[in-house]
């Protein structure tokens, strides 16, 4: 399901899965599956099942036993499937007022306060966790990636050698593909991490100022032979108002129809590869200042089919058409700056909310908000992004 937050799994159930099929431990309100890590385990699997279905707070911190490293914990959050209500928080919800509040974990911003003033509150998870990215909030997205043990854990792709040699040679399936994508990395504060490794890399790299630079200039001529040749300013600006309107409309079909086509993706490599090149390195890598927008290259390839549309469908004049496609240029212009903006600029009140929105698309849901200028087009389609958990209200 679309932005699904882990569950709230019964007490019940965590304290049978204690055999090799199947062994979850917690930590706090927190429960994992380690299931797959038995015989990975340096102590071996018995070692761990003796603590199957239970807490492991105290064991995992015992330095007469062994202090577990911070790659262990690392490997518990990856493996983190849902919350687990103990006692002390259940004695809490029976005499809440608004046991909705806390119940399913974790709790809102009046669960977390009644769970606290109770004295409950001790290791309660309180941040939502979405199932798809693995994240909690737009912070999370921030968060420099360990990057050893990132590919150590998951063994998809590793950040310190170049990216898409790895994508074409990883063998990897389609579902294993696009769970991993879409769990975002951060890389070194941002920076860019290499792509091909080879004099081809630069290409790869785009500066937000390139966009106005390069597309603004021809935009601005094509508009002045339209105002210039055609006799009535008032239709000319119509259509190059059309062509701004337009460009909304091929920016949610192209977010949405090509570069979340996830699940139509051919399951072979060709397919996983030119879908990374396109957007998934984007939703791996979001912070990333440098590959946020579109190189030149890439967009004269997407906008040359377009513009002969534009051509073919205002047939009877070419100033009518060039009127047309530079204000569809201009919407591309102005969507590129938002996108990078949204990313990484402290924005007006408006674009908060929109920031708030886009960069939700990224840690919760990236199965619907494909509008990146708007949210008209969700709207019409019934893909708009319902409110993140974690803002309910008593």
Known sequence: MPGRTLPTILSSDVETRNTSKSCYVTIGTKVYDITSFLDDHPGGGNLILEYGGKDVSTIMGDEISHTHSEAAYEILDENLIGFVATAPVIKVVTKSNHPDDILPLPPNANGAKELKESGAADGVAMKPVYDNTGLSSADDLSKETDL??????????????????????????????????????????????????????????????????????????????????????????????????????????????????????PNNRVGLTTHFLLHGIHHYLPMDKLRLVMPPTLFIVLATPFYKLAHTVFYWDWYVATAVFCGGIFGYVGYDLTHYFLHHRTLPSFYQSLKKYHLQHHFADYENGFGVSSRFWDRVFGTELAPPRAAKAA
Do not use: C
């Not at 966009?211 to 055609?230: Q, R």
């Open 148 to 265: 050893a043990s990132d590919y150590r854990t998951h063994k998809f792709l590793d950040l310190n050698r170049p990216l898409l040699m790895q994508v074409w040679n990883g063998g990897f399936t389609k579902d294993f593909y696009l769970e991993q994508v879409h769990r975002p990395r951060h890389y070194k504060g941002g920076a860019s991490a290499p792509l091909f490794g080879n004099f081809l890399e630069p290409l790869s790299k785009t500066p937000w100022w390139v966009v106005p630079t390069v597309w603004l200039p021809p935009v601005a001529y094509g508009t002045f032979l339209a105002f210039w040749n055609l006799p009535n300013p008032i239709s000319t600006a119509a259509y190059w108002l059309t062509g701004l309107f337009l460009w909304t409309l091929v920016e949610y079909i192209l977010h949405r129809g090509l570069f979340h086509v996830d699940r139509y993706l």
